[in-house]
């Protein structure tokens, strides 16, 4: 129950937010005294509508997203009648065309900045002294799961080796055999290459104070670290787990109203890095997702569709994480900020970019004495335009089909 009630509050999210995009663009249209003709949620049939004004507002069948109708968007659209042509969008000055054709991507950067400012104050953003990777700070368990299932301690299970040599919750390892462990998945690769049943000695530090145990290492069955879905193959075990925080240091930091603010703009500063770093990859990434639909592992890091966002919504909430449904919110909005101010027709930014070509082309043109040129003539730009609809909707069905087929897990079930 809960995870579908998480698959459907990201559902919503999504479709509240891309709604609140167009209402963006009809506002501003509005006020800039733009006819806008129709204003409606979701696409397909119409399940109701009204009319207010000169704008139909209304519900369609299918909720993936929403769209309104801008009289004279450009100057080829013949859906304007004589008496608003002093109304069309593509009359009004570039600064007000870009206004309104941004108006999408800035309500999603709003949107985005307003649910960090609240989750800095009530939800406690991520700490930055958090040392990244983790150092080895462990959790000692109480026995070891001979078999590659995930399962508490049953009567029969050998006892951890760690807690039989007298380790300890938050001790820090430091080295296994004379080898260095800079974080706790190069303890669990190292533990994990050592001879079960043989003698392992372990440097570790309490409290700031270094110290050294020698114990026997369990064989258990464990799935391959690159290989997550592998075969079992039998390996060593010390019986902890990890990685834990240091101690002392929370994983987050709540914030006052006006502390909040500086801590919003960071994280918002964090996120375009992080977002324009995914996007950069975005290509690589393809036959990553090619190989996950066609039966191969499928990697954590590769893009996902609404689908995978609202199962991982789905997922979060199921295991108690509400917290990763507000991230979520964050980053999708944020994305879809930035991925709509491509300047890539039909997306806004493409208009974005044609509105300020035409503006700079009359003013060169106009500095060596020669005529203005007019509008760029979007019919000779519309192989193009189809060229990025057919690319970007072949990603999204491989996306949303990955994510259908072999779906990112976060948690095991």
């Given amino acids: 129950m809960l995870y579908l009630l998480g698959v459907v509050v990201i559902a919503l999210a999504i479709l509240i937010s891309v ?3 167009e209402a963006g663009h009809m506002l501003t249209a509005k006020a800039f005294g733009m006819k806008v003709t129709r204003y409606f949620v979701g696409f397909g049939p119409t399940i109701f509508s009204f009319r207010r004004g000169e704008t139909e507002y209304g519900l369609k069948a299918i909720p993936l997203g929403g769209f309104c109708k801008i009289v004279g968007m450009t100057p080829q659209d013949d859906d304007v009648e004589p008496a608003d042509e ?3 969008m593509w009359r009004y ?5 870009t206004i309104v054709m941004s108006a999408g991507s800035i309500t999603h950067f709003a949107l985005a900045a307003i649910a960090i400012w609240l989750a800095a104050m009530f939800m406690g953003m991520p700490n930055k002294a958090v040392p990244n990777p983790l150092p080895a700070y462990v959790k000692v368990v109480d026995c070891v799961i001979p078999a590659n299932v995930a399962r508490e301690c049953a009567p029969g299970d050998p006892a951890s080796p760690a807690k039989q040599a007298g380790l300890r919750d938050d001790d820090k390892i430091v080295a296994v055999n004379g080898v260095a ?6 303890l669990v690769k190292t533990v994990r290459e050592l001879p079960p049943g043989q003698p392992a000695t372990i440097r570790y530090e309490r409290d700031g104070v270094p110290a050294e145990i020698r114990t026997t290492l369990t064989a258990v069955q464990r799935a391959p670290l690159d290989n997550p879905k592998g075969a079992p193959i039998t390996v ?11 101690p002392g240091v929370p994983a987050t930091v709540t914030y006052g109203p006006i502390e909040a603010i500086p801590a919003t703009g960071g994280y918002i500063k964090d996120l375009a890095v992080g977002t324009f770093e995914a996007m950069k ?4 990434k393809v036959p990553a997702l090619w190989e996950a639909v066609t039966g191969g ?22 295991h108690g994480v509400w917290q990763m449904l ?9 994305f879809v900020g930035v991925f709509n101010l491509l300047p890539l027709l039909p997306l806004d930014g493409g208009h974005i970019a044609i509105a300020w070509f035409e503006r700079a082309r009359s003013w060169l043109y106009g500095l060596i004495g020669r005529a203005d040129p007019g509008r760029v003539d979007y019919l000779k730009l519309m192989p193009l335009t189809y060229a990025v609809i057919l690319v970007g909707g072949a990603f999204t069905l491989l996306t949303a089909t990955a994510d259908i087929i072999n779906p990112i897990t976060l948690f095991t079930r």
Avoid: M, Q
């Fill in 19 to 21: 709604s609140l995009h």
């Fill in 86 to 88: 002093h109304r069309a």
């Fill in 93 to 97: 000055p570039v600064w007000k065309r």
């Fill in 181 to 186: 462990v800079p974080d706790y998945t190069a």
């Fill in 236 to 246: 060593s075990a010390l019986g902890v787990a990890g990685p834990s925080l240091p």
């Fill in 281 to 284: 990859r975005i290509p690589e």
């Fill in 297 to 318: 592992e499928r990697d954590k890091d590769t893009p996902i569709s609404v689908v995978g966002a609202s199962r991982i919504g789905g997922e979060a909430l199921e």
């Fill in 326 to 334: 507000v991230l979520l919110f964050i980053s999708l909005n944020f």
